[in-house]
């Protein structure tokens, strides 16, 4: 029932939005009743307007030139419009004006334009037809905005619905052409924005932007001038967003770095005709960039030791600002991004603070202006011991760097005047989970989102900024549809399904780790396949991702290549250098042949790695030289420095074997691998006297148990270990049961040919009842003095639930469930992001899951959650397990996705209990050194996505059971539970796979 509602709703979806991503449709491409051709309309403007809708109308010019062929004529008009009697009669013309536009006025005043929906609101836009608004025009589409930037959305919204990408410059989306262009007979509103300030910051561009943008002026250095911002202001407009923190790296290649307001002294100007509101990062106070002071320093930058030189630093900033919109970043941190010197910082701030408040009336006299303070890193633990700003001071409430909101508003917090923000950076479910809970806890007046260098960030920035633009149309199971809407929109409707596809699949991989926090020990080579899995299929959906580039016109590449392939792409072949260094590694200390191919594969993946980068480098004739020239490959995790980015990239600990060399007489030349099982490594080192072997007695190749509700098939390898010029054949014993098969039965291992998968099958309508017990199945190997031989092990354990059972059996000593596979939940659940029943009640949550691929739970409505402890914790889901022996102790493990907690007055418990035991809430996070800081977890555990928790859930006898789930907060979303009953859970990042399910669920 869920997918059929889903694809109904993701149709109509798909139908009421068209190009424009979210927003109503005002123009087609078909004509209807009503409808009327604008693709050659003129377009009439009041020439007073303000000078950023000017700059958006040229904008339209050019992309209805490259739309339709011909670029519409711009009339700016002065004066009284009603009755132009030198212009020549018009068949169509469309009317551009903010709502106090003369032009506007005019039309409000003759009462054929309604205005008063949008006149005094912020940012919002509206769109209509009107027939014969002037003498001369037969048909009119009217987009009137309530203010500057609105009508600027307006005209920008205009472009997008008739194909031209936001991206047209920055990924080089080509507009999709059009013979006509119909407006539609109706009437739309657009706005007002939920987040009133919404923007990015360009962060750490050294070294990949900026020396792209010297490369662009043949240059060493070349500052970030009105150039570049022109094109950033431009697509920030085309996103409906107005913020910016700007560039503002230090730099020694050339000192000091860049700085907005001085590399380019129109830079201001410009933002400002643009439309687009200039702030500053947390540690860059009164609109002053650090590097200045770093260039024109006189003493420390120390209040302190230099308050009156930092203060008159200060006020040139505010004095410099002028008329210019503006956020102004108040505070101070300690030099180059440091906590700030001194015993009691507090104290120390809230001088400054009243030094910035003074500034502000010296200079500026009663004039309002915006300011805002962030609590980034320590500045957090300042909040809660109870600093705080002025109420007219927006608050931003930042991430911790990877992807969790640190602290959200709460109780008269968000009745602050100033409001509150935040920024973030992660993969698009987590993207939406965190800013979804800014919109229900009204962090509603600045998001910033880090983009470092704007590319390769084009889908979730622009995600992010639709979401703060329109939260309301926003939740989890619309995720693919806005992906296909946005693929159709940068690349048409032919391949915008699969193009979604390889999205949803990318932004999944990607959420379980971080690119830069993956290093070959990561996944578990050893252990539930789980590097080989994750290894096949990032080249899956690298392969998916080539293939669709052959098939995709030739003029969509360019930008295909900047959005699709690079990102995939270089994302397996990161994938495939690291877990390659760790296969090469596993395969040597095994003494296998493969291991050098293995390390030859990872050098010829490594320079691939830069063949792409190269290739992009080529792109339309060098346009992005250097945008992804940032090193990243760094294999080494326990080198000096960590925490900074690798300066070249590396390959390293590659492993090679003496291909030439015997293996040791005693155990022979043929290795066997039982998977989950470290017999090969242990014969890598070997002691005759004390080891026996022929057949191998103290680390035999034994697999795993298998039984009904374990994997179908277990595997074992077999691999070379010796002189590579001599061919091993081996071959199968007879198996002395009936009902199991191994496939293949014999075979020759060559210098090329070096390794051979075998398939393990139990046919279990055959096997006796109940039998518990270890087949051995021997295996021969020739030629050697003699034959060598051994055996290969199989636990076959033939244990039946009982008829009517429903739930999780165990297998090999654990069971793992994923957590929306529920038997039973009370109250019913409900939709994941809203239940307009009102009751408290768990609620799947879809594609929000690093450890699993039906995504979470979590407690929803979220707001009515959090307004009752009691209905929260008095919801639960319970999962139902079979144990097939008695245990002493039931262990478990909680995987929660990652979160900190926000609410310092709900913090964030869960309770895990067995066979109707009372609940025993436990809290998901320790207590901080200092209150606003970081959980002690968060230093070891935060790169992994998910809180591993651990539960002891006591004696537990053979037969069914019931654990119940319940948490206290909807922040709480839990992934997955690995019960382990007898020793059987296994080291590995992702947990065990989802076990078997039987029976039916509630």
């Not at 939260?471 to 989890?476: E, H, L």
């Not at 319970?878 to 709900?906: G, H, M, Q, R, W």
């Not at 901080?928 to 859930?953: C, F, H, M, S, Y």
């Amino acid at each position: 029932m869920r997918s059929g509602g889903f694809l109904i709703s993701l149709v109509a979806f798909l139908a009421h939005v068209g190009y424009g991503l979210l927003e109503d449709k005002f123009v087609d491409f078909s004509r209807v009743d009503g409808s009327f051709d604008i693709a050659g309309a003129m377009i009439l403007a009041d020439a007073e307007d303000f000078v950023g809708i000017h700059i958006a109308l040229k904008s339209l010019q050019s992309d209805w030139e490259q739309i339709t062929g011909t670029a519409p004529v711009v009339r700016n008009v002065t004066g009284n419009y009603t009755a132009p009697g030198n212009w020549t009669l018009s068949e169509s013309a469309i009317i551009v004006g903010s709502v106090n536009s003369l032009l506007v006025r005019q039309l409000s005043d003759r009462h054929i334009l309604d205005t008063s929906g949008i006149e005094r609101k912020w940012e919002m836009f509206q769109t209509t037809v009107i027939e014969r608004p002037f003498p001369a025009v037969r048909h009119a589409l009217v987009i009137v905005g309530s203010d500057k930037r609105g009508t600027i959305f307006g005209i920008h919204t205009l472009a997008e619905q008739s194909g031209q990408s936001p991206y047209h410059w920055f990924a080089d989306v080509p507009a999709k052409q059009h013979d006509a262009i119909y407006a539609l007979p109706q009437s739309t509103v657009h706005g007002p924005p939920f987040v009133k300030y919404r923007g990015l910051f360009i962060n750490d561009e050294e070294p990949a932007l900026t020396s792209w943008w010297a490369n662009q002026h043949n240059a060493s250095h070349y500052p970030l001038d009105t150039e570049f911002y022109a094109h950033v202001f431009d697509l920030l407009l085309r996103l409906k967003a107005n913020y910016i923190w700007p560039a503002m790296w230090a730099s020694s290649t050339p000192s000091p770095g860049q700085i907005f307001f001085t590399d380019d002294p129109g830079n201001m100007q410009l933002a400002d005709d643009y439309g687009i509101v200039v702030s500053t990062s947390h540690h860059e106070p009164m609109q002053r960039a650090t590097n200045e002071w770093n260039a024109t320093a006189t003493g420390p930058w120390d209040w302190r030791l230099n308050k009156a030189n930092v203060t008159r630093f200060m006020e040139e900033g505010i004095r410099r600002m002028s008329g210019n919109e503006s956020y102004v970043t108040l505070g101070m941190r300690g030099p180059s991004d440091s906590p700030i010197a001194g015993d009691d910082a507090i104290e120390i701030l809230r001088e400054v603070f009243q030094v910035e408040r003074n500034i502000f009336k010296y200079v500026l006299g009663d004039k309002k202006v915006n300011q805002v303070w962030t609590i980034y890193k320590e500045v957090a633990t300042y909040y809660a011991a109870g600093l705080s700003p002025p109420d007219d001071v927006t608050i931003i409430m930042p991430d911790d760097n990877q992807g969790q909101i640190q602290r959200l508003p709460t109780g008269n917090e968000s009745a602050r005047e100033g409001g509150v923000g935040w920024s973030n950076s992660n993969n698009l479910a987590k993207v939406l989970k965190e800013l979804l809970q800014a919109y229900w806890r009204d962090a509603n007046r600045i998001w910033v989102i880090n983009v470092g260098d704007i590319k390769p960030m084009e889908l979730p920035f622009g995600f992010a900024m639709d979401l703060a633009w329109n939260a309301s149309r926003f939740d989890f199971d619309m995720i693919p549809a806005y992906l296909q809407l946005y693929a159709e929109r940068e690349f048409g409707p032919e391949h915008s399904e699969n193009i979604a596809s390889l999205l949803m699949e990318f932004s999944h991989l990607i959420g379980m780790r971080r690119f830069e926090m993956v290093h070959p020990g990561t996944y578990s080579v050893l252990n539930y396949h789980e590097a080989e899995r994750i290894l096949a299929r990032w080249r899956v959906l690298a392969d998916l991702t080539k293939a669709l580039y052959n098939d995709i016109g030739n003029n969509l590449k360019a930008a295909y290549y900047e959005l699709l392939f690079y990102p995939i792409v270089s994302g397996a072949t990161y994938y495939a250098v690291n877990l390659g260094i760790a296969f090469n590694q596993q395969h040597a200390m095994e003494r296998r042949n493969s291991a050098n191919a293995l390390a030859q594969q990872v050098l010829a993946d490594f320079e691939y790695d830069y063949d792409l980068v190269e290739h992009f480098d080529a792109l339309l004739g060098g346009k992005w030289k250097h945008i992804m020239s940032q090193a990243k490959l760094d294999a080494v995790t326990q080198q000096p420095r960590n925490w900074a980015n690798p300066s070249r990239d590396m390959a390293a600990n590659l492993s090679f074997v003496q291909l030439r060399q015997n293996m040791q007489f005693s155990i022979g030349n043929l290795g066997i691998y039982a998977e989950e099982s470290t017999s090969p490594i242990n014969q890598g080192r070997w002691a005759e006297s004390i080891d026996l072997s022929m057949p191998t007695v103290g680390y035999p190749a034994t697999l795993p148990a298998m039984n009904p509700y374990g994997p179908s098939i277990r595997t074992v390898n077999l691999f070379m270990r010796g002189d590579y010029r001599i061919p091993l054949t081996w071959k199968l014993d007879d198996i002395p049961v009936e009902w199991m098969s191994i496939t293949p039965r014999s075979g020759t291992l060559t210098k090329e040919h070096y390794d051979q998968r075998l398939d393990v099958t139990i046919h279990w309508a055959k096997v006796p009842e109940n039998f518990n017990g270890t087949v051995d199945v021997g295996i021969t190997s020739e030629p050697a003095p003699y034959p060598y031989f051994d055996v290969i092990r199989v636990p076959v354990q033939n244990q039946r639930v009982p008829d009517g059972i429903q739930g999780f059996p165990e297998t090999a000593g654990y069971i793992s469930i994923e957590a929306p596979h529920f038997q039973k939940s009370y109250p019913k659940p409900s939709n994941a992001t809203a239940d307009l029943r009102g009751i408290v009640g768990f609620a799947h949550v879809p594609y929000l899951g690093t450890r699993t691929e039906s995504g979470s739970v979590a407690l929803r409505p979220y707001t009515n959650s959090r307004a009752s402890l009691i209905a929260s914790t008095s919801a639960y889901i319970e999962y139902s397990i079979y144990l097939f022996a008695p245990t002493k102790s039931l262990n478990a493990t909680v995987y929660i996705n990652a979160c900190l907690d926000t609410d310092p007055s709900l913090l964030m418990k869960f309770s895990l209990s067995l066979d109707g035991a009372p609940q025993n809430f436990t809290r998901v996070l320790g207590d901080p050194k200092n209150a606003g800081d970081v959980p002690p977890e968060w230093i070891t555990d935060v790169p992994n996505q998910v809180w591993t928790k651990k539960i002891r859930l006591g004696p537990a006898k053979e037969g069914a059971h019931t654990l119940r789930w319940s948490v206290n907060s909807p922040e709480v979303y839990l992934e997955k539970l690995v019960i382990d009953t007898g020793g059987g859970v296994k080291d590995s990042y992702l947990g065990p796979p989802e076990t078997m399910r039987v029976g039916s669920s509630d």
